[in-house]
Each structure stands twice: as structure tokens, then as C-alpha cells.
């Protein structure tokens, strides 16, 4: 079991940062993924960022790249996104999300039937 509870969204000009964090408790051994995903009433939850437990390796959406950092902090098992420049099409509920070696589906990281564990979310609005 993973539980995720995320936490730092609030509203910014455009241009400015904010920095997400989610907190993950439980079995951290079993997790393979560490990803932020994002949606609104307009759009389907996307898959904003990821990270590889093992290598820590990480990917980044097109619209994102070179803007959003994920990082990870083993010893507060805690997850960011660090969201710099950030535009109104940024506006949106993040969600945290992990897969555990317990999933049942596969797909890429992308894809929000390839995690098994999310969060309930934080929201970030951007003005312009």
C-alpha cells in the first residue's frame, strides 16, 4: 500500500514558480514510477513528469521541458515538481502518482492506467 498526499499548489502570475511536493508513505521498495500528472475540466489527466525509482532517470512532457523539474528526497520520502515560468495553460489539479510492482497494467509513462496509486491532488492557478 502507497499513499500519496500532495500539497504547495496555490495561485502565480504568469512568469512566476511554485514548487509541488508529495509526501509518500508506505511500502517505498515496491515503487517503480513517481509521476505528476495534471488535468482540467477541458482536458484528460496528462502526464506532466516522471521518475524512475530505480535509475532516476526522469521524462518530461514538450510543454514542459526545460520549465518543471521532479526530483526526489529519499529521506523525507517526498516528491517535487518544481514548476518554474509558469503560463496560464499551466493552471490545472496536479496529481501525484505511483507505480508499485503490484500494477496490473502496462503502458508508458503517459499513460494514467499505468499507475496504481494516486493522490487527491493540489491546484495550481495561473494568471496572466
Known amino acids: 500500500q502507497v499513499r500519496l498526499v500532495e500539497s504547495g499548489g496555490g495561485s502565480v502570475q504568469a512568469g512566476g514558480s511554485l514548487r509541488l511536493s508529495c509526501a509518500a508513505s508506505g511500502d517505498s521498495a515496491s515503487r517503480t514510477r513517481l509521476a505528476w500528472f495534471r488535468q482540467t475540466p477541458e482536458k484528460e489527466r496528462e502526464g506532466v513528469a516522471v521518475?524512475?525509482?530505480?535509475?532516476?532517470?526522469?521524462d518530461y512532457a514538450d510543454s514542459v521541458k526545460g520549465r518543471f523539474t521532479i526530483s526526489l528526497d529519499n529521506a523525507k520520502n517526498t516528491v517535487y515538481l518544481q514548476m518554474n515560468y509558469l503560463k496560464p495553460e499551466d493552471a490545472a489539479m496536479y496529481y501525484c502518482?505511483?507505480?508499485?510492482?503490484?500494477?496490473?497494467?502496462?503502458?508508458?509513462?503517459?499513460?494514467?492506467?499505468?499507475?496504481?496509486?494516486w493522490g487527491q491532488g493540489t491546484q495550481v492557478t495561473v494568471s496572466s
Open positions: 502518482a505511483a507505480r508499485t510492482t503490484a500494477a496490473m497494467s502496462w503502458g508508458r509513462w503517459t499513460d494514467k492506467n499505468a499507475y496504481n496509486y
Open positions: 521518475l524512475y525509482t530505480a535509475s532516476e532517470l526522469t
